[in-house]
């Protein structure tokens, strides 16, 4: 089978990152290495990920990336994953719950002949909101898509080769070719997913969807920076007052 790696950045997730590495020990394709990147944690969260690691049903490296921001630990540990043979790459958050058929969609997906990008299905976690909560997510969401395919700056004559659809940075796999071939993920703070995004279309017109690549996503932003506030970081905005982002 093919070599896939999984990465999955960590900044301050002592608390939340074991659900997701028990959604990953629980997966039907368990044929994959994982590596977790500290992302400058002062909290257990590195402590959480080595114990896991010691029982895991798979290979697993505890990497430490000192320089803060989503976009440094990524290409940290993909580069890492590439560099150790890795063929194929896919990323999800710590604080995310990947269902149970993930990695095998993003195998899936990938295999065959040619360079190509993944992006599966985000939904919120259940456990986190009611109703009302995950209705405004999926609000969120579809805004940010339906923003993006309008954005002028996003049209296919500023020479990108695939028309814009909005991927998720912590549900998404590459070929580590491609992954090579645009430059990686941008080395800076979260939000990084759009950026990336654009550095593929412009390199190929193989940008997947996966409905069966699913991730439940964390929707504490929301609880954060309420309705407004989160459709205002999803373009590109930050966190305003609010200091560091709370994911």
Sequence with gaps: MTALWVVVPAHQEEARIGDTLRALAAQHDRD???VVVD?????GTGRV????AARAPFPVHVIDEPEKGVG????????YAVARGATRLARTDADCLPRPGWTAAARAALDG????MVCGRVTARRDEHGLLGRAGFRAVVAGAAAFGRLRPAHARRHGYLAPYRMHAGNNMAITADLYLRVGGMPRRPSPTDRAFLNRVRRHTTAILRSRT???ENSTRRLR?????GTARWY??????????DPR
């Design 235 to 244: 373009l590109d905005k930050g966190c305003g007052a609010l200091g560091e």
């Design 213 to 215: 690549m699913v991730v």
């Design 39 to 43: 992302n400058a944690s002062t909290d």
């Design 113 to 116: 002949p040619g360079q190509k």
């Design 224 to 228: 954060a920076y309420g309705l407004l």
């Design 72 to 79: 440094c630990a990524v290409d940290t540990a993909f580069r």
């Design 32 to 34: 994959f290495t994982l």
């Design 49 to 52: 990920a080595r114990a896991f």
